[in-house]
């Protein structure tokens, strides 16, 4: 096992600013070249108080190297209190990424819920940078209401993108809404995107997955042209601690991305 997976590099904070309330968005700049794809993980860590694995939300087709940290727990919370030119621990990247060559040609569905935006972040804006490789995009997302909508600022990148429609909804009417209002799972079946020539990728909630994913299945699209995410069972990143075990499968190492048909052959644990 490579020596960078078990002991942190220092990075430094660079940059620090709000997508919600609850939610950074860390510049980070690595004291080393830190080669990634879109959909792995990095373990972060703050001396004193532990390590947590955290999505890469950039792009390798951009700079800087970028994490959406949402405040959940003692490690996110120290992170939430560093300052740029603060250090911390980095560790990775770790983890499988999206099967990029799988998609290439296809039209792509992207459904995403709140923070559930921030890995596909990182694979949109590489298919948005690549655009010639891939068909059309429909991108999905929302939240519960409308300053929980990570990454607002690029919605009019993603909007004026060639072949790419943004569908965004949050889950009550409030006040100056002038979109959408419903549930995720409802959005993507008005959506009505049809199997074939086409990938759908969803990240978010367990409840909004389990819809859509139903959803999805009633349209017809096959197992293997659905693909998720199963971050939330991750701890170590190196298969140690076996946290994200299920059954012959370590999410930290065989994920945290999956095909639907892959899922299905796990313990009904998952």
């Not at 911390?88 to 983890?95: A, C, N, Q």
């Not at 499988?96 to 921030?118: H, Q, T, W, Y």
């Not at 965004?168 to 002038?178: E, Q, S």
């Not at 199997?195 to 367990?206: L, Q, T, W, Y």
Request: charged share 25%; with cysteine; aromatic share 8%.
């Amino acid at each position: 096992m490579a020596e960078r997976l078990l002991v942190p590099d220092l990075a430094v904070i660079e940059d620090v600013r709000p997508l919600t309330f609850d939610t950074l968005l860390f510049r980070v700049k690595p004291t080393r070249p830190f080669l990634y794809a879109p959909g792995q993980f990095a373990e972060l860590s703050v001396l004193g108080v532990g390590e947590c694995p955290i999505s890469i939300t950039s792009t390798p087709t951009r700079e800087p190297l970028e994490f959406a940290i949402r405040e959940v727990g003692a490690v996110t919370r120290a992170l939430h209190d560093l300052e740029p030119g603060d250090k911390i621990g980095l560790r990775g990247p770790m983890g499988n990424s999206f099967p990029l060559e799988v998609m290439r040609g296809k039209d792509i569905l992207f459904v995403a819920g709140g923070i559930g935006l921030a890995p596909l972040r990182s694979v949109i804006n590489f298919v948005l940078d690549k655009r010639k490789g891939y068909g059309n995009v429909d991108i999905v997302y929302g939240a519960r209401s409308p300053e929980l909508l990570c990454f607002a600022d690029e919605f009019d990148a993603w909007r004026d993108a060639p072949r790419t429609a943004l569908h965004l909804t949050v889950d009550a009417a409030v006040k100056g809404w002038t979109g959408t209002v419903g549930f995720v799972p409802a959005v993507v079946k008005q959506l009505g995107p049809r199997p074939g020539n086409r990938i759908a990728v969803v990240c978010g909630p367990p409840i909004m997955i389990k819809y859509v994913l139903a959803g999805l299945a009633e349209a017809g699209f096959p197992d293997e042209d659905v693909i998720t995410t199963l971050e939330l069972r991750m701890s170590c990143g190196v298969g140690k601690c076996g946290r994200c075990n299920i059954g012959p499968k370590f999410v930290c190492l065989d994920g945290p991305v999956f095909r639907l048909s892959e899922l299905k052959r796990l313990p009904a644990e998952y």
